[in-house]
């Protein structure tokens, strides 16, 4: 019987899109810097490819927060700007940013009524509880994990153990996760034997992995869980 149920937060819960394109339009401001909108998919491919090479243990976290910036700048010529210190203010205005992917509250107001629920992020820790707090969704969680805190990120079978070492004694088949990544919570659900509900919002084809279900809406949750 299912007891509990593990779910992400950027691009799940929170429009991480939406959020980055906030931060990176208040971070050209920062400095001085003229932004316009044809920029931020530069910047969402350089992030999804670092994202990817750090879900596959090729990068360190910080290694991917010391380059980000410095590639993507470098691909629009701007030299004269210190790309460490452009994630620096990149970091605060994501964490000022909270937009909800939509049906987001209820579907935690709905599994809230019938699971326990755990957010589980490879993002940082204090940074996505402020953001989940600020969205309103905080309340309906009974831990946060993330990788941060844990020591292990998503997919690492490492990660989902130490989570279910805090769980109260539920066990892998009495929970199942739902997160839009194929590569962080379908594969890290695979491996660890749990069910998995891939949130599929672009309408891609999953040609590696074979999660137990597939939805292009959240609100698609509530007639299978």
Same mark, same amino acid.
Request: charged share 25%.
């Given at each position: 019987m299912l007891k509990a149920v593990f779910i992400d937060i950027d691009d799940t819960l929170l429009d991480f899109a939406k959020c980055a394109e906030y931060s990176m339009r208040k971070s050209f401001d920062d400095f001085c810097l003229d932004f316009d909108k044809t920029m931020f998919p530069v910047f969402e491919k350089i992030n999804t490819e670092y994202w990817h090479r750090l879900e596959k243990g090729e990068i360190t976290k910080s290694e991917l927060y010391g380059k980000r910036w410095v590639t993507v700048l470098g691909k629009f010529g701007i030299s004269h700007?210190?790309?460490?210190?452009?994630?620096?203010?990149?970091?605060?205005?994501?964490?000022?940013?909270?937009?909800?992917?939509?049906?987001?509250? #209820?579907?935690?107001?709905?599994?809230?009524? &019938?699971?326990? %629920?755990? $957010?589980?992020?490879?993002?940082?820790?204090?940074?996505?509880?402020?953001?989940?707090?600020?969205?309103?969704l905080l309340q309906y969680f009974t831990d946060i994990f993330t990788s941060e805190k844990l020591g292990f990120q998503k997919p690492d079978k490492a990660f989902f153990d130490a989570c279910f070492?805090?769980?109260?004694?539920?066990?892998?088949n009495e929970t199942?996760?739902?997160?839009?990544?194929l590569n962080a919570d379908i594969l890290g659900g695979i491996n660890c #034997?749990?069910?998995?509900?891939?949130?599929? &919002?672009?309408? %891609?084809? $999953?040609?590696?992995?074979?999660p137990d279900f597939t939805v292009n809406s959240l609100n698609e949750i509530k007639n299978i869980l």
């Open positions: 700007i210190d790309g460490n210190e452009f994630e620096k203010h990149f970091q605060g205005h994501i964490r000022e940013s909270s937009e909800k992917v939509d049906g987001a509250e #209820g579907l935690l107001i709905y599994l809230s009524g &019938k699971y326990k %629920i755990y $957010a589980v992020s490879n993002g940082p820790h204090e940074q996505q509880i402020y953001r989940l707090e600020k969205s309103n070492s805090r769980t109260g004694g539920i066990k892998n199942v996760i739902i997160g839009d990544s #034997g749990i069910q998995t509900v891939w949130f599929n &919002k672009n309408n %891609i084809t $999953a040609k590696e992995f074979h």
